[in-house]
């Protein structure tokens, strides 16, 4: 049981946007930093997302990210086939004095 | 370039141990806070540890502490992961990653090396 809770799952058309949520709490989101990676098979992890809504500059603006509370929201707008993958956030969590991911959600571009 | 290359994974059996290493490049090793993170086969990733620059204070998950130690060697741009009293469900990938340091996320990540614990 993960910290942090995702949909294991979302799935959307090429071209269409999609969002991934991610759930926390005070200790965790509510009072830190979030980030999101994604993760494809065989691959090292690679940072979508940091400080709730920072992007690096080699990931495309199709990337987006909010915090609200203890929520965060991850967006991708024009679908790719090649976002196909495995997408996680992770931030702090103050009271276990851990970093936390959520469980993972899994996107498929139908 | 910032490479991080990890090693040391393989088949060990239950209740062995095994020591992972991750060899750093490309940027001042001493300079930055890394981390363990795991992913078990079909499962999400898991934070495990964290160490700070000066190898100072090491943050463990509740899920391996007491059984992990992880230390780093500033002179050998290095990072090792002692694991102890390993179980079935220690198996999977083991990947260690740079802590950016000027923000808050691990901005860097190596390839990944596998542990099995199977008798």
């Known amino acids: 049981q993960s910290v942090l809770t995702q949909p294991p799952s979302v799935s959307a058309a090429p071209g269409q946007r999609v969002t991934i949520s991610c759930s926390g709490t005070s200790s965790n989101i509510g009072n830190n930093y979030v980030s999101w990676y994604q993760h494809l098979p065989g691959a090292a992890p690679k940072v979508l997302i940091y400080?709730?809504?920072a992007r690096p500059s080699v990931i495309p603006d199709r990337f987006s990210g909010s915090k609200s509370g203890t929520s965060a929201i991850l967006g991708i707008a024009g679908l790719q086939t090649g976002d196909e993958a495995d997408y996680y956030c992770a931030t702090w969590d103050s009271s276990l004095s851990a970093v936390v991911f959520g469980g993972g959600t899994k996107l498929t571009v139908l | 370039e910032v490479q991080l290359v990890e090693s040391g994974g393989g088949l060990v059996q239950p209740g062995g141990s095994l020591r992972l290493s991750c060899a750093a490049s490309?940027?001042?090793?001493?300079?930055?806070?890394m981390t363990w993170v795991r992913q078990a086969p079909g499962k999400g990733l898991e934070w495990i540890s964290f160490?700070?620059?000066?190898?100072?204070?090491?943050y463990i998950a509740d899920s391996v502490r007491g059984r992990i130690n992880m230390s780093r060697d500033n002179a050998k741009n290095s990072l090792t992961l002692q694991l102890d009293s390993l179980r079935d469900d220690d198996t999977g990938i083991y990947y260690c990653a740079r802590w950016s340091g000027a923000a808050h996320y691990f901005d860097s990540w190596g390839q990944g090396t596998r542990v099995t614990v199977s008798s």
């Open positions: 490309g940027f001042t090793f001493s300079s930055y806070s």
């Open positions: 400080d709730n809504n």
């Open positions: 160490i700070t620059t000066s190898g100072g204070k090491v």
